[in-house]
């Protein structure tokens, strides 16, 4: 993702969309995970902004973006400086995470300085912050000299967008929104959180494509599962990602058991039923003996789980917009690097359906 991305949007039409955020509006723009929907981190009407316009509850917090340093593709980078406004400490971890994954998929929480706005911590005291890499998305962090809170830009408790489309699609007719356009979504899904703020433990509060192993190689810091450290309604209030609802379509999603999903369809005998199942490239193609009361047609997935998060809210979207009752995922298998994908699908089954609006989530 280098110049084919930068290309698709000028310098230009960059700068206006800085000018936008300096204004105090709303611009959407791409990062490696999901498109967000951006506004100034220090502009308290326009955070208001973001929280109407997806209908987000404003206790549940927003990540700060910021630029990397200049020259941030050298080995010796100073995030000292970047950080220094925003947060209280930065413990040796802290940087150790920082100089291993920035500007990266990975979103730190800390104790947050007094100058960052309750309105984007939903008035708790920490801060959520990550550096993007996508060229676009620091391109525009580079402009604006400031940071840029950004949601997903998706109405609250829906797919996250994975293209400008997507974005475009999601705010039709509620709002003139000004959207980069970076192309697609490599990583697919959105980053990895973990909380650094009690001091001494590193806490997975979001899992993604950066798993608690990777960051063991790489910088020998144990990663402890939010299970391990708190209790349920301890975990609750802080991450919003934790409810069960999220990230849904509005056609029913379901999970099959690997090899059981023709007991998965004989649950909808109804000879009326449209059914999209999701089946592993890896599989041979289901039968049709046997199953002829529901009319379904298969989608093929990519059994690498990388490839996999990439197309997740891609076919989630395209399939919601087909004329199907019902959409089948496998369960995902068991090992760390599924964790990401099989979070997020797990709470789209959950909040899928047309009543779906009845679940609350970002
Ligand atoms: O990949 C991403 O992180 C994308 C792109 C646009 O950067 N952003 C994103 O934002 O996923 P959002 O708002 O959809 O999800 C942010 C998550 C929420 O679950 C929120 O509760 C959690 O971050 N969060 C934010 N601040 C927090 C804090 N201080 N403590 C704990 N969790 C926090
Ligand atoms: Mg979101």
């Known amino acids: 993702m280098s110049s084919d991305s930068t290309a698709l949007q000028s310098s230009v039409v960059i700068n206006e969309a800085v000018q936008s955020l300096r204004d105090g509006g709303l611009v959407a723009f791409p990062t490696e995970t999901v ?79 007094k100058s960052v706005l309750n309105e984007l911590t939903g008035g708790q005291d920490t801060v959520a912050i990550r550096a993007p890499a996508h060229p676009i998305a620091q391109e525009l962090l580079r402009k604006f000299k400031g940071g840029v809170v950004a949601p997903s830009a998706n109405r609250f408790g829906k797919v996250s967008p994975t293209s400008a489309a997507d974005v475009r699609h999601e705010f039709e007719g509620v709002l003139d929104l000004m959207v980069l356009d970076g192309g697609d979504c490599e990583v697919g899904i959105e980053s990895t959180i973990i ?37 349920e309604t301890e975990l609750l209030p802080k991450v919003s990602g934790s409810l069960k609802a999220h990230y849904a379509p509005t056609t029913p999603l379901r999970l099959y058991a690997s090899g059981r999903v023709l007991d998965a369809l004989s649950e909808f005998p109804d000879t009326k039923s449209r059914v999209a199942v999701a089946v ?74 047309p009543s779906s609006s009845n679940h609350v989530s970002n």
Do not use: M
């Not at 590193?202 to 810091?221: D, E, F, M, N, Y």
């Not at 298969?298 to 009752?325: C, G, M, N």
């Open 280 to 353: 592993w490239d890896s599989e041979s193609s289901l039968s049709h003996d046997g199953y002829p009361l529901v009319h379904f047609e298969e989608v093929v997935i990519p059994s690498d789980s990388a490839t996999f998060a990439s197309r997740l809210y891609r076919s989630l979207r395209d399939l919601d917009q087909q004329d199907w009752d019902l959409i089948l995922f496998p369960e995902p298998p068991v090992g760390e690097e599924w964790d990401g994908v099989r979070d997020r699908l797990q709470r789209a089954c959950f909040g899928s359906g």
């Open 35 to 113: 498109y967000g929907l951006g506004a100034d981190a220090k502009n308290p009407e326009a955070i208001k902004k973001i929280f109407s316009t997806k209908g987000r509850p404003s206790n549940h917090p927003l990540i700060v973006h910021l630029a990397a340093p200049d020259r941030f593709d050298q080995a010796q980078v100073d995030w000292v400086p970047v950080l220094a406004p925003w947060v209280r400490d930065l413990s040796e971890d802290a940087l150790k995470l920082i100089n291993a994954f920035w500007p990266g998929p990975l979103t730190l929480v800390f104790k947050k300085d």
């Open 195 to 231: 909380d650094l703020s009690s001091g001494d433990r590193a806490i997975l509060l979001r899992p993604g494509v950066i798993t608690p192993s990777v960051i063991l190689a790489k910088t020998g810091i144990r990663v402890y599962q939010p299970g391990e450290v708190f209790s």
